[in-house]
Every structure is written in structure tokens, then in C-alpha cells.
T-cell receptor
Framework: AQSVTQLDSQVPVFEEAPVELRCNYSSSVSVYLFWYVQYPNQGLQLLLKYLSGSTLVKGINGFEAEFNKSQTSFHLRKPSVHISDTAEYFCAVSDSNDYKLSFGAGTTVTVRA | NAGVTQTPKFQVLKTGQSMTLQCAQDMNHNSMYWYRQDPGMGLRLIYYSASEGTTDKGEVPNGYNVSRLNKREFSLRLESAAPSQTSVYFC?????????????FGSGTRLTVV
């Protein structure tokens, strides 16, 4: 079974600064990787995904992530954040064994002016 | 708007009471899921239904039952609620069990068991 570790539980950042959210996973088979965002009192929304092909994937709202197979990582980045990016971000992984989606514990991003 | 609809949004139960959380999707998705979200633990899969007519246990199924009523609806039942079931519950759906197009989530049910 796969597992997901998000290395930072909270990330404070100033507006217009870059941000990186770290995610590592463990799985012995082919993996499929996702980042979801949860705004306060809402459900989760898909930011981006990696299924195959180019290891750099671009998502909505200016976010991008890079799949690194050797380091089993899928870190999320944004070059310049806005106040509206304040939210909780979840890394998730499924694999070709059973395709069930497993989530990390989440990273809360707080953007300050 | 198309999506996943959950009812109720909030509920307070006494220990030992039962209730059913309802979930419906109108995107013609085949697969549906129930997750619970607890602080610091992310989302944990309770039960899922890969297709109409099938249901399977997830990571934390104890104390819950589910019914895939038809392709649109997937309900979660707590037969005898316990304080440990205080949580936010999310229903989600995906086009197929591989979930490659991503999951669509409902807005959640905040359940408190006292």
C-alpha cells in the first residue's frame, strides 16, 4: 500500500513571495500523483495531477509540481502567491495495485500582506 | 451546478444514535467514495464503490455501513454513533475507479457526537 508524507504542516508566506510545499510518497509500483486545495469550509478541488509523461506538470491558479521518481517526491510550487492562496493543500497518491487515493496530512498555507 | 451534493451540512448526535449521510452526484460518474477528515490526519477512506452494485471497505470502515442506491447516490450510515466519529465527512466521485481525471468532492458534513 502507498503512503504520503507532507513534510510541513504549516507554511506562512508573504504576498508575492514564492512558496514550495513538499510531498514524499512510498509505493512499489507505478504511481499517480495529485495535489488538491481546500479553501475554508469547502470541499477539495483538484489543482494538478501527474499520470505519466513530462515530470513537470502545471495546474490551475499558477501552481506547478515536479515528479521526481528517484526521490519519490512531488513538490508543489508557486512563484508568487496571493492572499487568496490561503488554504490547506493536500498531496495524494494512488497506484496501479488498487487505485485507491491516499492523502497526506495536509499543509496549511497562510499568505500575509 | 453539476457536482456532488451532501446532506445534511451539520449534525449533532448523541452517543448511540443512528443517522444516514446522503450523497448524490449528477456527473454520471461510476465511482463514489466516503472520506473522513480529522485535524492533522488528512482524509481517510471509509468505504468506496468502484461501480454501481459494488462496495468495498477502505482504511477506516469500523462503525460504518454504506449503500450504493443507484449510480447517482451513495449513502453512509452510522448505526450507533460514538464520540470518536466526530469528524467532517466528505463524499467524492470519479469517472472511473482509476480516478485519473481527479475526484469531485462535496462540501462536507460536519458531525459532532456528544
Amino acid at each position: 500500500a502507498q503512503s504520503v508524507t507532507q513534510l510541513d504542516s504549516q507554511v506562512p508566506v508573504f504576498e508575492e513571495a514564492p512558496v514550495e510545499l513538499r510531498c514524499n510518497y512510498s509505493s512499489s509500483v507505478s504511481v499517480y500523483l495529485f495535489w488538491y486545495v481546500q479553501y475554508p469550509n469547502q470541499g477539495l478541488q483538484l489543482l494538478l495531477k501527474y499520470l505519466s509523461g513530462s515530470t513537470l506538470v502545471k495546474g490551475i491558479n499558477g501552481f506547478e509540481a515536479e515528479f521526481n521518481k528517484s526521490q519519490t517526491s512531488f513538490h508543489l510550487r508557486k512563484p508568487s502567491v496571493h492572499i487568496s492562496d490561503t488554504a490547506e493543500y493536500f498531496c495524494a497518491v494512488s497506484d496501479s495495485n488498487d487505485y485507491k487515493l491516499s492523502f497526506g496530512a495536509g499543509t496549511t498555507v497562510t499568505v500575509r500582506a | 451546478n453539476a457536482g456532488v451534493t451532501q446532506t445534511p451540512k451539520f449534525q449533532v448526535l448523541k452517543t448511540g444514535q443512528s443517522m444516514t449521510l446522503q450523497c448524490a452526484q449528477d456527473m454520471n460518474h461510476n465511482s463514489m467514495y466516503w472520506y473522513r477528515q480529522d485535524p492533522g490526519m488528512g482524509l481517510r477512506l471509509i468505504y468506496y464503490s468502484a461501480s454501481e452494485g459494488t462496495t468495498d471497505k477502505g482504511e477506516v470502515p469500523n462503525g460504518y455501513n454504506v449503500s450504493r442506491l443507484n449510480k447517482r447516490e451513495f449513502s453512509l450510515r452510522l448505526e450507533s454513533a460514538a464520540p470518536s466519529q466526530t469528524s467532517v465527512y466528505f463524499c467524492a466521485s470519479s469517472l472511473n475507479r482509476q480516478g485519473w481525471y481527479g475526484y469531485t468532492f462535496g462540501s462536507g458534513t460536519r458531525l459532532t457526537v456528544v
